[in-house]
């Protein structure tokens, strides 16, 4: 409603009498409010103005600071702000959708019901006055009209628009407000998260789901991406800690106690070690396969919000307990050479029974994929003469430390500590352009002579592993016009990587709030199966990639349509 530029006609200063009519009016449209709530958000002292958006019949009330009410019709149809609910989160039932789909609405979206947490929507009627909060933070980020009901998800399922949005967080009437009103509080949510009605308060704090529903994923807790500070061929993105609601026909969902980042990250490592894992192997690694499948089922892990900020610092603080011993093979590569599983901080610690079991299809749905090299002719000499397989696959890090022992053990280095080494008959054979005696920088070096090697790749998806010669071929995102300015955004190529289509559609459509749909393509240069979401959701399903599906960004190629 209020996404477009408007301007104010007038802004009157509302009288005494008058404050106490739209008093009288606040409380008769929402009547569970205290008189200590009604003085928060219409307090008798202090200054109150009445202003009319030009062209229409719409009025706002606002403080000095904030809009509070927007009348829609100039009846004293009411709708409170983001800014009053902020206040007084109770005065309306909410909704409550997955992260992610607050910047949809934000871009002037509706509401879809794929977008929405599924709790509390027992009470849910076509008409009602709602507002939306992110799961995990209560505060209000947009507030509108309900456009469906129980009756018609029971029938349907979790499909169409669920609310036409009334007022958002960043749009123009938003902007009325000061920089201080503006600053986004954290609320939290209640154990009690179901929603009372408009006419009466729920006292029953679970919900049952129709064996009808069709919940592709709901969550109580909000996530964020994952970056490991170290050097890896995995990488984290943003994810805030998930708790997951069981979709079930017989059994209430109970909202779960939150565990903080630091619990999660603790469990998930004992877990990891109790159950074993491969060694050596690199801490990347064992973050990536080990302590993130490892997790508690419907949680996940940002690193930067433990006490710990960085995997290596965690590391560390466990081997000075003595479970794991790690060495540093390069800059920035730390690996894991052995552990203790009879450590006592494991002799009462039981694996939990989601680990036993493999913790469902959340964790076999994602990957791994690594990048390896294999020396060849005349390269492979070399590394047999510093006592390597010349047939093995290497990671990169693994190489790189092949390469500065023979520069040690050859005494390469100009000098001590020096950024360049001068190259002998061995290097200068391999290199080929470059001859005996050179001096290089290490950098180049190291690229060079990685650029030498054949490369290899390897897809991990649960307890399966595959190799394959050559570079992963990438997945492609591109986005066409249809159907006049309509946008949607087509995905090829997740074969490559193992990734299920349908999968990966039912995801989308949850975080990016949008339908989806699976088809076959016969014609064009890469005939396969093409993933369609709809909308520009090119930077939403990226993030999803790398962060959830590991899949390297080098792996990805977004292409943007021209602009006409």
């Given at each position: 409603m209020f996404q477009k530029q408007f301007k104010l006609q007038s802004k009157n200063l509302v009288k005494g009498s008058d404050k106490k009519k739209l008093r009288d009016n606040v409380k008769r449209i929402f009547p569970t409010l205290s008189s200590e709530e009604m003085d928060l958000i219409v307090p008798l002292k202090g200054e109150l103005y009445l202003s009319r958006v030009a062209g229409t019949q719409t009025f706002l009330y606002q403080s000095d600071v904030e809009p509070l009410f927007i009348d829609c019709t100039g009846k004293g149809d009411l709708w409170p702000t983001v800014f009053t609910l902020w206040k007084v989160p109770s005065m309306l039932p909410p909704l409550v959708i997955h992260p992610g789909v607050q910047s949809h609405l934000e871009r002037g979206a509706d509401l879809m019901l794929p977008g929405v947490v599924p709790?509390?929507?027992?009470?849910?009627?076509?008409?009602?006055?709602?507002?939306?909060?992110?799961?995990?933070?209560?505060?209000?980020?947009?507030?509108?009209?309900?456009?469906?009901g129980q009756a018609e998800i029971t029938k349907l399922g979790m499909k169409g628009r669920a609310m036409e949005i009334i007022h958002v967080v960043g749009d123009h009437l938003w902007d009325l407000a000061s920089k201080e009103a503006q600053e986004f509080p954290n609320i939290p949510v209640p154990i009690e998260t179901i929603?009372?009605?408009?006419?009466?308060?729920?006292?029953?704090?679970?919900?049952?789901?129709?064996?009808?529903?069709?919940?592709?994923?709901?969550?109580?807790?909000?996530?964020?991406?994952?970056?490991?500070?170290?050097?890896?061929?995995?990488?984290?993105?943003?994810?805030?800690?998930?708790?997951?609601?069981?979709?079930?026909?017989?059994?209430?969902?109970?909202?779960?106690?939150?565990?903080?980042?630091?619990?999660?990250?603790?469990?998930?490592?004992?877990?990891?070690?109790?159950?074993?894992?491969?060694?050596?192997?690199?801490?990347?690694?064992?973050?990536?396969?080990?302590?993130?499948?490892?997790?508690p089922p419907g949680t996940n892990l940002d690193i930067k919000k433990t006490k710990f900020k960085k995997i290596s610092t965690f590391m560390d603080e466990k081997q000075k307990e003595g479970i794991i011993n790690f060495?540093?093979?390069?800059?920035?590569?730390?690996?894991?050479?052995?552990?203790?599983?009879?450590?006592?901080?494991?002799?009462?610690?039981?694996?939990?029974?989601?680990?036993?079991?493999?913790?469902?299809?959340?964790?076999?749905?994602?990957?791994?994929?690594?990048?390896?090299?294999?020396?060849?002719?005349?390269?492979s000499d070399l590394f047999i003469s510093q006592g390597q397989d010349k047939t093995k696959l290497y990671a990169p890090a693994e190489a790189r430390k092949v390469?500065?022992?023979?520069?040690?053990?050859?005494?390469?280095?100009?000098?001590?500590?020096?950024?360049?080494?001068?190259?002998?008959?061995?290097?200068?054979?391999?290199?080929?352009?470059?001859?005996?005696?050179?001096?290089?920088?290490?950098?180049?070096?190291?690229?060079?002579?990685?650029?030498?090697?054949?490369?290899?790749?390897?897809?991990?998806?649960?307890?399966?592993?595959?190799?394959?010669?050559?570079?992963?071929?990438?997945?492609?995102i591109q986005t066409k016009r249809r159907q006049g300015n309509k946008h949607v955004t087509l995905i090829s190529g997740l074969e490559t990587f193992g990734i299920n289509y349908e999968e990966l559609a039912s995801e989308l459509r949850v975080k990016c709030a949008s339908s989806t749909s699976v088809s076959e393509e016969h014609s064009g240069k890469n005939p396969g199966k093409v993933l369609l979401v709809q909308g520009t959701v090119i930077k939403e399903v990226s993030e999803i990639l790398i962060s959830e599906y590991k899949v390297p960004k080098k792996f990805i190629e977004a292409e943007t349509p021209t602009k006409k």
């Open positions: 709790s509390g929507l027992e009470t849910l009627k076509k008409g009602q006055r709602r507002y939306v909060y992110t799961e995990g933070n209560r505060a209000a980020v947009a507030v509108g009209e309900t456009s469906t929603a009372p009605s408009e006419e009466t308060a729920s006292e029953d704090s679970t919900i049952q789901l129709s064996p009808s529903q069709s919940i592709d994923s709901a969550f109580i807790q909000s996530t964020d991406p994952i970056e490991p500070a170290i050097e890896s061929a995995t990488q984290e993105n943003d994810s805030d800690s998930k708790s997951e609601i069981s979709e079930t026909s017989s059994t209430p969902v109970q909202v779960e106690n939150v565990m903080s980042q630091d619990e999660i990250l603790e469990i998930s490592f004992l877990t990891a070690v109790k159950k074993g894992f491969p060694v050596p192997i690199l801490v990347s690694q064992f973050y990536a396969n080990h302590i993130l499948p490892s997790r060495k540093q093979i390069s800059e920035g590569v730390l690996q894991i050479e052995n552990f203790d599983k009879t450590h006592q901080s494991l002799r009462g610690f039981t694996v939990p029974e989601y680990a036993v079991k493999g913790n469902s299809t959340e964790i076999s749905s994602k990957i791994q994929v690594y990048e390896m090299l294999k020396p060849v002719p005349p390269l390469l500065s022992e023979y520069i040690e053990k050859q005494n390469l280095e100009i000098s001590k500590n020096s950024p360049k080494i001068n190259l002998d008959d061995t290097l200068a054979k391999i290199l080929r352009k470059v001859h005996q005696g050179s001096e290089i920088s290490k950098q180049d070096f190291f690229k060079m002579i990685l650029g030498e090697m054949q490369p290899w790749h390897v897809i991990e998806k649960g307890e399966s592993r595959e190799v394959k010669k050559g570079n992963p071929k990438p997945i492609q």
